[in-house]
């Protein structure tokens, strides 16, 4: 079925020719300048289309869902498209936008799914949201150099970009504008740029590095969540937030480091990340984690905590809850509390030194950490939580330099914060003036005997000395290798040699000892 219009027309009203599914060809005459919305809209068997050039504005929905459209020449005059002017036009191959076009509105070429490339001329001003959502097709997509944001679910589902720079002056990039794009590897982030909005790059599975160019102050939401190829990523002195979720479960995401600058770390920011490497840079102002910050980072044998790190307290902390290869921690200078369920179920540390300036112990804090043999508490503590140290199973010693035995954070919850960690078999060391003052409380009084510090000063346990010469260093490594060739001598530590705490001494050791030094 075809029409033909006569001379003379001026204009088409509003859903003129819509849901005429078996119109196949329509003849414009060059008088016409307005087609109303919706005009054309689910003319499903119409292929090509010839647009006067008196016509200043393409209006939304105009050819929405013409499934047989294949190719378009906007001509030249046409100043604006409105929103979803080709929205599911599903053949359409090739489009060609004159210069005369400022404005493009959101969601105009959505989901058409047969779309390889196109242009958008430098005329362009204004580019709405979702501009090429789900053209899975689409692989070249060259956007006009003056636009300062690129809008939100730009490119969301394009999965057969490749690769994408974007243009020199773009400042932000908007909300999921790159969410989904499997199979883009590079991405090339301009000068200029400063805001990485939520889920820009969530799912992108074969991003494989990032680097952020100085300017860039935050990095949003879930922004590379789930970018399971992505192995390197290098953060700006100038970043100050890193967003929930931003680099969850990035597999592949073995070393990070926190520039000073960054000043919040949200939630599961790194929760199920490849870490091995954690380096912080201490910064002028106070650094925030949000819970599950880097929980089950499984991948991660040590970590420093800044000097400038400020935790309040939370009800669920669970910040390194997991990391079952965590095996040395260094609190710094600056925590003044362990939060509820920081270090539970670190199955690999073997020894917990809680610096002076730490008032209260968390519920839950290292329970579950069952290869715990020793803890030094400082001389500020006051509070251990419920559960705090509950089913360590291996402790063997607790130091603890406070003069007066330590309280709770309610009347009964210091009595179960050794629960099922068989005590009976656990040396508590006090100073000698507070030897009495702790044998009369629980659940100090459970403990198999209370000996005196001095003279029984604590053992350091956090140690990758090997081969037992006073040094971490090249040394240990070839002693790991000795261990695994059966040729090491007996005196060398089997359990320093276990740098990923997994329960054996082999090759992954040796890497991961590698990781340690070389972050040094």
């Given at each position: 079925?075809?029409?033909?219009?006569?001379?003379?027309?001026?204009?088409?009203?509003?859903?003129?020719?819509?849901?005429?599914?078996?119109?196949?060809?329509?003849?414009?005459?060059?008088?016409?300048?307005?087609?109303?919305?919706?005009?054309?809209?689910?003319?499903?068997?119409?292929?090509?289309?010839?647009?006067?050039?008196?016509?200043?504005?393409?209006?939304?929905?105009?050819?929405?869902?013409?499934?047989?459209?294949?190719?378009?020449?906007?001509?030249?005059?046409?100043?604006?498209?409105?929103?979803?002017?080709?929205?599911?036009?599903?053949?359409?191959?090739?489009?060609?936008?004159?210069?005369?076009?400022?404005?493009?509105?959101?969601?105009?070429?959505?989901?058409?799914?047969?779309?390889?490339?196109?242009?958008?001329?430098?005329?362009?001003?204004?580019?709405?949201?979702?501009?090429?959502h789900g053209c899975v097709a689409l692989t070249s997509a060259v956007l006009p150099e003056g636009i300062e944001e690129l809008p939100g679910s730009t490119f969301r589902l394009c999965s057969s970009l490749t690769s994408y720079s974007i243009p020199s002056n773009v400042e932000v990039l908007g909300r999921f504008a790159f969410q989904g794009c499997d199979n883009l590897a590079t991405v090339n982030l301009p000068e200029g740029l400063t805001t990485i909005e939520e889920g820009v790059f969530q799912g992108c599975k074969s991003l494989s590095a990032v680097e952020l160019k100085e300017g860039v102050v935050t990095v949003s939401n879930s922004a590379f969540k789930d970018c399971g190829a992505l192995v390197s990523v290098s953060l700006s002195s100038s970043l100050t937030t890193i967003g929930t979720e931003a680099f969850m479960r990035c597999g592949a995401l073995e070393r990070?480091?926190?520039?000073?600058?960054?000043?919040?770390?949200?939630?599961?920011?790194f929760e199920g990340a490849g870490l091995k490497t954690l380096k912080f840079n201490t910064g002028e102002n106070s650094l925030y984690f949000g819970y599950n910050v880097f929980k089950d980072c499984t991948g991660l044998a040590e970590v420093t905590l800044p000097d400038n790190l400020s935790l309040v307290y939370e009800n669920e902390g669970r910040f390194f809850q997991g990391c079952t290869a965590l095996k040395r921690v260094d609190l710094g200078s600056g925590l003044t509390g362990i939060v509820n369920l920081m270090f539970k179920?670190?199955?690999?540390?073997r020894e917990m030194v809680v610096p002076d300036q730490v008032t209260d112990i968390g519920n839950e804090a290292f329970m579950g950490c069952t290869n715990l043999r020793q803890v030094i508490m400082g001389s500020g503590i006051s509070g251990i939580g419920s559960n705090?140290?509950?089913?360590?199973?291996?402790?063997?010693?607790?130091?603890?330099?406070?003069?007066?035995?330590?309280?709770?954070?309610?009347?009964?919850?210091?009595?179960?914060?050794?629960?099922?960690?068989?005590?009976?078999?656990?040396?508590?060391?006090?100073g000698s003036a507070y030897i009495d003052e702790y044998s009369k409380y629980k659940p100090w009084t459970d403990f198999k005997e209370i000996l005196a510090i001095e003279g029984n000063e604590p053992v350091n346990l956090l140690t990758y000395d090997v081969n037992g010469d006073g040094s971490e260093d090249g040394d240990d490594i070839v002693a790991i290798l000795q261990i695994i060739m059966g040729t090491a001598p007996a005196n060398y530590d089997r359990g320093a040699a276990d740098v990923n705490g997994d329960g054996k001494v082999d090759v992954a050791d040796i890497v991961g000892l590698l990781n340690i030094l070389s972050s040094k």
């Open positions: 079925m075809s029409a033909t219009l006569g001379d003379g027309i001026e204009s088409i009203d509003e859903h003129a020719f819509h849901g005429c599914e078996a119109l196949e060809s329509v003849s414009l005459p060059a008088s016409v300048a307005a087609i109303g919305r919706e005009g054309f809209a689910g003319c499903k068997a119409m292929k090509s289309l010839v647009l006067s050039g008196k016509t200043k504005v393409l209006k939304e929905n105009l050819f929405i869902n013409c499934s047989s459209l294949t190719s378009v020449t906007i001509p030249d005059g046409v100043e604006t498209l409105e929103g979803n002017v080709f929205n599911g036009c599903s053949s359409l191959t090739s489009v060609t936008i004159p210069s005369s076009v400022t404005s493009i509105g959101d969601q105009t070429f959505y989901n058409c799914v047969k779309l390889e490339s196109v242009t958008i001329p430098n005329s362009v001003a204004e580019l709405g949201t979702g501009s090429f990070i480091e926190i520039p000073a600058s960054v000043e919040n770390i949200g939630g599961s920011a179920g670190c199955t690999s540390l705090a140290f509950a089913s360590c199973d291996l402790l063997e010693k607790v130091y603890c330099y406070s003069e007066e035995p330590p309280g709770a954070f309610s009347d009964n919850s210091i009595y179960d914060s050794f629960k099922d960690s068989y005590v009976e078999y656990v040396t508590l060391y006090v």
